[in-house]
């Protein structure tokens, strides 16, 4: 890749080897099955991918977010439930503990969150509250000491593993006055540790794609956890929550940029092999046309989170770009998984085939973090526009 150090390239080739040797040989069996492999997390520990982005004094390996993007490219060109696991598990479990938590929270949870130790969800999107986070239902009530948390969320990554230590929650904590006089809600963040009384971890979800990936529907019935489980301030739960999904943006991008490359790996190598009629379907312009369209795609989603995670890392604003790059990539992987299906005829309808899992996979890229309308209301939004 021509825009980056030799560093990042050797971070990237590192994991893509990572992917090539050790995840891709298990992503069939791990998506018919529907199971995350602990053990493929365990080695991702290992390697320090889930500290990539932190400084070393928190048990980080002193990268950025262009670096843990890189990884989650890497990982995604074979298997995107592997890649999605690390991007939720910085992003929306490690993430917040660093930016928001006090001391005494980043010491509990950080050193093994950064190793791959232990795992965290954000409880965020509810039946009725999803791109609209201000319809959060989900309440927390101060009782004495203890917040008392009472609601329900859904699709939530993470949220059910052997090593999942904690749920940190959006919830309804007040409300306030606008300077007109109306109200709105107080939304704040409440860390819940699994095993709680009263939580409730449901059944995972029988999911068309992402299927080895962990989600869960979550239930409160009066959990009480202490008061000092808050994360961040009284009432920035939802600001905290739009700077992760700004950056959490970025990392879909770079994953959709991956199964967009995969996808496009998997073609070249198919039609330089497949013959029909005595000559490889390479030879025949209509595919060589389509696979080159592929390969402009793979480019042009690369060239857009690259530069919105060296805004995000250099300290600049990147909301639109964030918003530029998830659409342009999520739309790489859903058109570089079809024609690459094509490509490979009734192969491709075979789940065994990596194509066919990319196939079911990219569909929820053009969903989650903030569905593909939502990113052209935020573009419109940057340039002024009404939307």
């Known amino acids: 890749m021509h825009d980056l150090t030799d560093e990042e390239q050797q971070l990237y080739d590192m994991v893509c080897e990572f992917a090539d040797t050790v995840v891709a040989p298990q992503a069939y069996e791990a998506d018919r099955t529907h199971e995350l492999s602990m053990d493929v997390v365990a080695q991702m520990g290992e390697l320090g991918l889930f500290g990539l982005p932190f400084p070393e004094e928190v048990g980080g ?85 203890e917040w008392v948390v009472n609601g329900s969320k859904q699709f939530i990554t993470n949220s059910g593993t052997p090593i999942t230590r904690f749920v940190t929650v959006t919830a309804v904590t007040g409300e306030r006055t606008r300077p007109d006089g109306s109200t709105s809600k107080e939304l704040s963040t409440i860390i819940v540790p699994n095993g709680t009384p009263g939580f409730t971890v449901g059944p995972g979800y029988d999911k068309s794609g992402w299927r080895a990936s962990d989600t869960h529907p979550l239930t409160f019935d009066d959990v009480r956890v202490p008061a000092a489980n808050l994360l961040g301030e009284r009432g920035r739960g939802f600001a905290n929550f739009l700077q992760a999904l700004d950056e959490g943006r970025i990392a879909i991008a770079a994953l959709a940029t991956g199964a967009a490359q995969g996808c496009l790996d998997e073609a070249v190598a198919y039609a330089k092999t497949r013959n029909v009629f005595g000559v490889p379907i390479a030879s025949h312009q209509y595919i060589a046309f389509t696979i080159a369209g592929m390969q402009a795609r793979v480019h042009t989603a ?8 060296r805004r995000a890392d250099a300290g600049l604003p990147f909301k639109k770009e964030a918003a530029i790059a998830k659409l342009v990539s999520s739309d790489a992987a859903m058109l570089n998984a079809r024609d690459a299906t094509q490509i490979f005829g009734g192969m491709g309808f075979m789940n065994e085939t990596t194509v066919a899992r990319h196939y079911r996979d990219s569909k929820i ?23």
């Not at 690369?302 to 995670?309: E, K, P, T």
């Not at 569905?371 to 009404?386: P, S, W």
């Open 61 to 145: 390996q002193g990268g950025d977010y262009l670096a843990l993007c890189l990884a989650i490219e890497a990982l995604a060109r074979v298997d995107q439930s592997i890649a999605i696991t690390l991007e939720a598990g910085v992003g929306l479990g490690a993430m917040p503990i660093y930016r928001h938590g006090t001391d005494e929270q980043k010491a509990e949870y950080l050193p093994d969150l950064t190793a791959g130790r232990a795992l965290g969800g954000f409880g965020l999107t509810e039946p009725e509250a999803g791109s609209d986070a201000g319809a959060t239902r989900t309440t927390a009530v101060l009782d004495g000491d």
């Open 365 to 387: 890229l053009e969903i989650g973090e903030g569905t593909n309308e939502v990113q052209l209301m935020v573009i419109a939004r940057e340039l002024g526009l009404a939307a």
């Open 302 to 309: 690369r060239l857009a989170w690259h530069d919105a995670a």
